[in-house]
């Protein structure tokens, strides 16, 4: 009954106040979706950022948390276990059809089954913003961004000589069934920066430790499976120096590591564990002229990750990522942007042979890389009586499979009804997914002659913001998607599997809203609804109805309530059967989860917060048989000085 009514609630506060998520904020100015920061009215995209006022308010939750709470974004495990691997399920989309950027610079782990970026590696303290388009964006961030673009801005540094920003947080993390508290949860996060004439500088630490939650639920009625551990280590390093007033440069240097305990695949407890370690550094030159700019960007990575199970392995991967680009304006009306981009990867993996001690080389990075040469143009045109066009295209060389042509072409056009604005606006964009390495050279399941993917996007949408600080957007997508890359068995009765092409075109299409509406300067209402329809074959996991609602209210300047539900609706799940070695197919319920979060300014340095997680204590599903988080307390506080 309490879910029913919670339901309606959320539903009524959408639709009645037409909001956008509590934890999105629809920008005035956009730069993601063009490389170019314009006004948002001149945009043909709906972008969404998560605000650093956003994220303060978030404080101890992780990034897939706070990502998973934006219309049409399905972080699917990112309210279990904190070690839980990430699906990145959006508009019917995996975890390849996903660009995650750092600070301009396209992250990817070459070692990976989807040559996905895992977000378990960035500490969301360190984050300064998040800016998302969804759809096809291949133009201009490359192979993968097929459905969505994630980039994150870390934190800069301040003008001061020298400042400092301490954050602690304290919580509980247990599931539903579990009565007693305990304090299970520790993130600290230190930030030290600054700027000394023309040197800037800028290093954190952070930590993040959690336990008290078993990664498998043990069945009803017996006892709780040993909890599996979470604990990560974030070390980041940015100096810069500013050579004149438009010239700039920097580098940056991050270790980043976690360990992940988890159980086995057949639901049984065990005391596994994942260990990732991250490494990176990169650079920023940044030219501004008097019509125009130019920027690189760069970032190396490598990341070693080992498995210690029943099945150990070892994997480690190096990628190189350069992007640098032009942006020059010719008149009013007229900009064009004309980039470079380099990717190169490459990994190794090790397992122990059956009846062996010690490990042997599976795949060899001289057999495993491949490098990717994209030079691309964008064009963009504001004609000042309310039309506008962004479009543009990218030759994607690739060192396996030659030339491939991605391009898009994206129209808006505003217009008044009396004094609210309107904006109409739609797109075609075409997108190119190359598989991974793993899927091409894994001993096991790999395939040397799978081709890539091919993905085309339709959008169609409206905006209107109106004087009273109503602010509604709606957007229909269809994708469409050649070649396919799924995990088929070959040989059911050998349990031979390996990764195939499908033949048949997928397809999916949705709907995502976006509402926002202010009441004075003390009472905020967000909401979102995304509708999202994939093929039957591969809609595993993903809701076909989501929806964030919430009320953010500010009684004095220095107090802060905010009151956040988010309603997933029924999906299929399936999981590989023990009992009769078949594949079999659950569906798991829908499920509804109500946080709460206060935070007040005592003093001119601190602050103290603290929130509430599934106040009801719903007990729920994300993955079939995984475990969830019940009702859960947070305290924390931040020093700044």
């Known amino acids: ?16 106040y037409a909001q956008v998520n509590q934890q999105s904020q629809l920008l005035d100015s956009v730069f993601i979706d063009s490389k170019v920061k314009m006004k948002r009215e001149n945009s043909g995209k709906v972008v969404v950022q998560i605000t650093a006022e956003t994220l303060e308010k978030s404080s101890g939750k992780s990034v897939a948390q706070i990502i998973n709470e934006v219309s049409g974004m399905e972080i699917n495990g990112s309210r279990s276990n904190d070690g839980q691997n990430l699906g990145y399920l959006v508009r019917g989309g995996r975890n390849r059809q996903v660009v995650i950027m750092v600070d301009g ?6 070692s990976q089954i989807a040559n996905d970026y895992d977000l378990r590696l960035i500490s969301t303290q360190s984050i300064e913003s998040i800016e998302i388009v969804k759809g096809a964006s291949s133009v201009l961030y490359g192979s993968g961004a097929a459905t969505a673009v994630i980039s994150i801005t870390t934190k800069k540094s301040s003008e001061k000589p020298i400042s400092a920003v301490f954050t602690s947080t304290m919580g509980s993390n247990k599931a539903s069934d579990i009565s007693t508290f305990k304090a299970q949860e520790f993130t600290n996060y230190v930030n030290v920066n600054g700027k000394l004439n023309r040197f800037f500088y800028l290093t954190s630490f952070s930590n993040r430790y959690v336990d008290g939650l078993s990664a498998i639920a043990a069945p009803e009625g017996e006892p709780a499976f040993e909890s599996d551990v979470f604990d990560s280590f974030n070390t980041y390093v940015h100096l810069g120096y500013q050579i004149h007033k438009n010239m700039k440069i920097s580098q940056f240097f991050s270790l980043d590591k976690f360990k992940a305990g988890f159980d086995n695949f057949d639901f049984t407890d065990a005391n596994h564990l994942s260990e990732s370690k991250q490494l990176r550094t990169g650079g920023n030159f940044e030219w ?13 990575t490598w990341i070693e990750r080992e498995i210690a199970s029943g099945f150990p392995n070892k994997f480690d991967s190096r990628s190189y990522t350069l992007d640098n680009y032009l942006q020059h304006r010719f008149t009013e009306k007229w900009m064009a942007l004309v980039g470079f981009n380099l990717a190169i990867s490459d990994f190794n993996s090790f397992s122990i042979p059956f009846g062996g001690n010690d490990f042997a080389q599976d795949v060899d990075k001289k057999d495993a890389n491949f490098t990717i040469i994209d030079p691309y143009v964008n064009v963009i045109y504001t004609s000042g009586f309310g039309l506008n066009l962004n479009t543009g295209a990218r030759l994607n060389i690739h060192s396996d499979y030659g030339n491939h042509l991605v391009y898009n072409i994206n129209p808006s056009y505003n217009f008044k009804v009396g004094e609210n604005k309107v904006k ?3 797109s075609y964009s075409t997108a190119f997914i190359t598989p991974s390495l793993f899927q091409l050279y894994d001993p096991l399941y790999g395939n040397a002659d799978l081709q890539p993917e091919e993905n085309t996007t339709i959008e169609g949408g409206l905006e209107l913001n109106t004087q009273n600080k109503l602010r509604i957007s709606a957007v229909y997508f269809n994708r469409n998607e050649e070649n396919f890359v799924d995990f088929v068995t070959v040989d059911p009765i050998n349990f031979i599997s390996q990764y195939q092409n499908i033949d048949d075109e997928f397809t999916a299409d949705g709907v995502e809203v976006e509402v926002s509406k202010h009441f004075g300067n003390k009472w905020q209402l967000h909401g979102n609804y995304t509708f999202t329809q994939p093929d ?3 809609s595993l996991r993903i809701p076909k109805h989501k929806v964030n609602t919430s009320i953010h209210f500010q009684p004095i300047v220095k107090t802060n309530f905010a009151l956040h539900y988010q309603y997933n609706a029924s999906r299929q799940d399936s999981f590989f059967n023990m009992e009769t070695f078949t594949s079999d197919t659950v569906t798991l319920e829908s499920y509804g989860v109500l946080d709460f979060y206060v ?8 602050k103290l917060f603290a929130n509430v997680s599934n106040i009801l204590d719903e007990q729920y599903e994300e993955i079939y048989r995984f475990s969830t ?6 305290l924390g506080l931040q020093l700044i000085f």
């Open 1 to 16: 009954m309490k879910k029913v009514i919670f339901l309606a609630l959320a539903c009524a506060t959408t639709f009645a």
């Open 288 to 300: 501004k002229y008097k019509r125009g700019k130019y920027v690189f960007n760069d970032s190396y």
């Open 599 to 606: 935070s007040h300014q005592f003093l001119e340095n601190l």
């Open 536 to 538: 039957a074959r591969f």
């Open 629 to 634: 988080r019940g009702r859960n307390v947070r």
């Open 424 to 426: 109409v606006l739609a």
């Open 105 to 110: 610079v396209q992250l990817t782990d070459a």
